[in-house]
């Protein structure tokens, strides 16, 4: 990531004391030796303000640098993920998916300038990621044993963030009762919309689970200076995206965020919303995010379960039982009709 002499991080990671491979422990909010444990701070550049955002213009030629990987890069010969581990790996299996990694050149990517570090340990992230299948309705009955049985892994991913203001000018139609008839009217207006910390994945292999699993946890103001020490014994991904290519992917969500405010502009129930904006003030990130994610499998089919690094909100993907769902529709169905026999018997409109 940052162009940083790879001794100086090894020598970093090595306990003065006993000369062991110290790692980042979550619980300490430092590095912390595997062997001896003892325990020391990682160095911080007091100058630098991870919570800075970098003003973009779109249609200037973007000047960020590429710098070559310093660490070994695993690529996944199932997804074509591909992470790093500063330090020791930790594992021959892809940290996305599961699937099996192969040794690769060092590539190229953009530097992270900012992450905000695990403060969940990994029993904290499984014993939350247990109580999430617990509590899954309709799920079948060894969900939680299979999921106990299920390899984790704690990742850093890469995500943007961008601020932006649209100027947004809309028309749409609604439906109008006017007597006996329904008409058509047209609705137009203009609004000022400004968009603050959007939390964007850089990563393809980021899905809507995984982006979930941080997003309602993610705070800009506990963003902390990039430095390496900070991925000892974890995997992390690497920026690859530029910021035309993570504005890009952010589109689609931006354009229902923008209908959505449309639609709340009025009591009207509009259809056929259609607007134009003109974007200005772009100002971005790019960071590295914590996750925990358990690879479990169940009934022959791979699922994961993510356990966000920062304050443990656990999303996942789950099988159901077709009878527990057959036996809740069926309640579901009698309740539903045993509140209109009693609606009917007390005469009630």
């Not at 749409?172 to 203009?190: L, V």
Request: with cysteine; net charge neutral.
């Amino acid at each position: 990531m940052h162009a940083e002499a790879p001794n100086h991080t090894q020598t970093e990671l090595q306990c003065p004391s006993c000369a062991g491979q110290r790692v980042f422990a979550p619980e300490a909010g430092a590095l912390v030796c595997a062997s001896c444990g003892m325990e020391g701070a990682i160095d911080v550049c007091p100058d630098t303000d991870a919570t800075v955002e970098t003003p973009h213009d779109p249609d200037t030629p973007e000047t960020e640098t590429t710098t070559r990987s310093e660490s070994t890069v695993h690529t996944c010969q199932t997804c074509g993920g591909a992470v790093i581990f500063v330090g020791q790996a930790l594992s021959e299996r892809c940290a996305y998916c599961d699937g099996p990694v192969v040794v690769g050149q060092a590539d190229t990517g953009f530097d992270a300038l900012g992450l905000i570090p695990f403060q969940i340990t990994e029993s904290a992230a499984r014993a939350q990621i247990a109580d999430w299948a617990k509590a899954r309705v309709a799920a079948p009955g060894n969900l939680a044993d299979a999921v106990a049985r299920g390899r984790i892994v704690g990742l850093y991913a890469p995500f943007f963030t961008f601020d932006s203001h649209e100027a947004v000018s809309f028309w749409a139609t609604f439906r109008q009762q006017m007597g006996k008839r329904s008409i058509t009217r047209r609705y137009e207006g203009d609004m000022d919309i400004r968009f603050d910390d959007l939390l964007v994945p850089a990563s393809p292999h980021i899905t809507p689970i995984l982006r979930d699993g941080v997003l309602h946890d993610f705070d800009p103001k506990t963003l902390t200076p990039y430095q390496p020490a900070f991925l000892a014994g974890f995997a992390a991904e690497r920026h690859h995206l530029t910021v035309d290519e993570g504005l890009k992917a952010n589109a689609s969500d931006k354009d229902l965020l923008i209908r959505n405010r449309i639609q709340r502009s009025t009591s009207k129930r509009l259809r056929n919303i259609k607007y134009r904006t003109t974007t200005s003030g772009i100002h971005y990130r790019r960071i590295l995010l914590p996750m925990w994610i358990v690879h479990y499998e169940h009934g022959g089919k791979a699922y994961k379960a993510v356990s966000c690094g920062m304050r443990g909100t656990t999303f996942g993907e789950r099988p159901f039982a077709v009878a527990k769902l057959v036996a809740y529709s069926a309640w579901i169905s009698a309740l539903a009709l045993g509140v209109g026999v009693v609606w009917s018997v007390l005469g009630l409109p």
